[in-house]
């Protein structure tokens, strides 16, 4: 090293030259290797040590006075009783008049006065020492919820309720991020028996809220509880499950949360931070990059999972994946013939579901083979980060109905830039022509060998057309993959089981149509010729706008947990221009993936 690194952090220069001996070319240690030897990391190591060293003198740093406000005034007081006329006085002067200089001194003794402190009540002197324990908490006001069900009351992040046993107001949840989570004071359990010194005795947990909302607007800036603590119950951990939502959910709509202002709202597709899932029923969750530290209460996968099948035994052709608000048992969360669900406890009642039978199965064409999928029920999918590697790009695949245009659109996509963007060969069991070239149109293959591969799981996707076969294998994805290219996709909807998975890691944007309306205005402005008929050229039908809307939104329920993303093909421009902005997305952002894909 030069002379001017002579004063660098001694141990910071034994760990580069540690470093300079590893003799690897990775990326990893270059990295760690700049950082070493940058001048900002080393004065900012020196200031630390610095701070450390005074931490650890005896001399503590006090205030010179906790009354500057006042000597501010006194200088005041003296200066009217004299007259000066220099610039300098009259600079001073106006500058001990304002506002905001004197704001700064009224905090600067407030610091000095540690007037932030709350202030808590004295322990009466004549207190029995055999009574009960209690802890006096006090809590300064925030923006936490204030009002809520029948059942629980958030108050000041944590929910209430009525203990069935002994009729009294205790704690039922504790919100993590809330003040009475950050306090580490108040745990679920504990029996409240004063808000801000009125008894909550022989109250409800109504009545409670009522007393809490009186003493919020009167009392000056702080809450205080008096509680009997329940030993043994300490908070719990927070969990670092992050999750994709697969479903929309609104508290406000939901009658039987605990409580809706504790209600967390999201929409299909948020991914959420699971912070607990010690009730059964009700999860603590926050959307992921939120500022908000509370947590809110979203419905278990139990419970969603028992609403979904509710549906579907109330009406078995529903395509919409509304879920009816019950909210079986969790013991017994699939509502069998011979088990009523049962209501959540500490919570209101909820709607009983009569004995009724096991879900009805539907049965589709058998050609399609959708009775598996028709029976899935997406709530929630564990997701992990899965960050972008170079030279091994993740396929982009493109779903939708026929006719919507996921074709056009990738032919389009390839058409951008041929060498990046590639779609792989097709095989077919068909005889060759004399003027295709094997391995260019198509992979050329016998239809036994053809068969022993579709046998063998080595097709993401086949099908049969005037006696031959067709397909696409997964070794030509694959090879296309690690070739540094992109490749692209447009299969059939049921080609997503063989796709999605941890080997291949595709990412699949759902091409939707728009209304039939602007569907049937659109492609006849553009003379969009119709796909349905492969013997002729002509315009759509208004019945086949029809069947792609249809087409397109039972897709949508048998398959949108898998969709990353959506483009609603109403313009091919426009939906072009989405579509390059997600395939760079693709190639150079970290991205939200089955946690299973990055294990």
């Known amino acids: 090293m030069d002379n ?17 001996e590893v003799q690897s070319d990775g990326e990893d240690v270059a990295f760690l290797s700049e950082l070493l030897q940058s001048k900002q990391l080393h004065a900012l190591v020196q200031v630390h040590n610095k701070i450390v060293a005074a931490q650890c003198k005896d001399d503590k740093f006090y205030p010179l006075l906790s009354n500057a406000m006042q000597v501010t005034l006194e200088v005041l007081e003296m200066f009217g009783e004299v007259v000066i006329s220099s610039n300098e006085y009259k600079e001073l002067l106006k500058l001990l008049q304002k ?6 001194l009224c905090t600067h003794d407030a610091v000095a006065q540690k007037d932030y402190y709350p202030h808590l009540p004295d322990i009466p002197a004549d207190a029995d020492d055999e009574e009960e324990t209690v802890k006096i908490v006090q809590l300064v006001k925030s923006d936490e919820p204030l009002g809520g069900a029948q059942s629980a009351e958030p108050i000041v992040g944590a929910t209430i309720k009525t203990d069935e046993e002994t009729g009294k107001i205790v704690i039922a949840r504790v919100m993590h991020g809330g003040a009475a989570d950050r306090s580490g004071l108040i745990h679920a359990g504990d029996e409240v028996i004063e808000v801000n010194g009125i008894s909550v005795e022989n109250k409800s947990p109504a009545d409670v809220l009522s007393i809490l909302v009186r003493s919020n607007q009167s009392s000056e800036g702080t809450i205080t ?6 030993f043994g119950k300490g908070g719990s951990r ?45 999860w603590q969750a926050r959307r992921e990059g939120d500022r908000v530290m509370r947590a809110g209460l979203i419905p278990s996968r139990a419970l969603q999972e028992g609403r979904i099948i509710h549906e579907r035994q109330i009406d078995p052709q529903t395509l919409d994946g509304k879920a009816a608000l019950c909210s079986p048992s969790a013991a017994n969360s ?29 049965i589709y064409d058998i050609k399609e083979n959708d009775d598996f999928d028709r029976e899935m029920i997406p ?10 590697r170079p030279g091994l790009i993740r396929p982009i695949v493109l779903v939708g109905a026929p006719g919507v245009g996921r ?27 004399t003027s295709e070239q094997n391995g260019k149109e198509y992979v050329f293959v016998t239809r036994e060998k053809m068969e022993q591969d579709i ?14 076969l067709y397909g696409t294998s997964a070794e030509s994805v694959e090879t296309i993959v690690n070739s540094g290219r992109v490749c692209v996709l447009s299969p059939h909807w049921q080609a997503l089981k063989m796709l999605r998975t941890p080997r291949l890691r595709p990412y699949i944007i759902f091409i939707k149509p728009p209304s039939l309306k602007t569907l049937s205005e659109t492609r006849t402005a553009a003379n969009a010729r119709s796909t349905f008929d492969k013997e002729s050229s002509r315009a759509f039908t208004e019945e086949e706008f029809a069947d792609i809307i249809r087409s397109s939104n039972r897709i949508n329920f048998l398959y949108g947990y898998m969709f990353d993303e959506e483009i609603v093909n109403e313009d091919l421009a426009t939906a072009l221009t989405q579509l390059l902005k997600m395939a760079w997305r693709v190639q150079s952002e970290p991205l939200w993936v089955p946690a299973a894909w990055v294990q």
Request: aromatic share 10%; net charge positive.
């Open 4 to 20: 001017s690194t002579d004063n660098w952090d001694p141990a910071l220069t034994r760990l580069l030259s540690s470093l300079k």
């Open 99 to 104: 506002p905001h200089f004197q704001a700064i």
């Open 225 to 230: 509880f008096k509680l009997v603590p329940s």
């Open 238 to 282: 927070e969990s670092k499950v992050r999750v994709r939502a697969l479903f929309h959910y609104n508290s406000a709509e939901d009658p039987y949360i605990p409580c809706k202002e504790a209600g967390l709202n999201f929409k299909k597709g948020d991914i959420l931070h699971i912070v607990s899932q010690d009730d059964a029923y009700w």
């Open 334 to 362: 699939d509502c069998g013939p011979k088990t009523p669900c049962s209501p959540t406890p500490n919570a209101t009642a909820l709607l009983p579901c009569k004995s009724t039978p096991k879900v009805k199965k539907i």
């Open 379 to 388: 709530t929630y999918e564990e997701v992990a980060r899965l960050y972008p």
């Open 407 to 433: 074709n056009e659109l990738r032919r389009r996509l390839v058409a951008t830039d041929p060498e990046k963007y590639v779609t792989p060969v097709p095989y077919t069991s068909r005889a060759q022509k």
């Open 455 to 468: 046998s063998e799981g080595k097709f993401i996707e086949h099908g049969e057309y005037k006696g031959n």
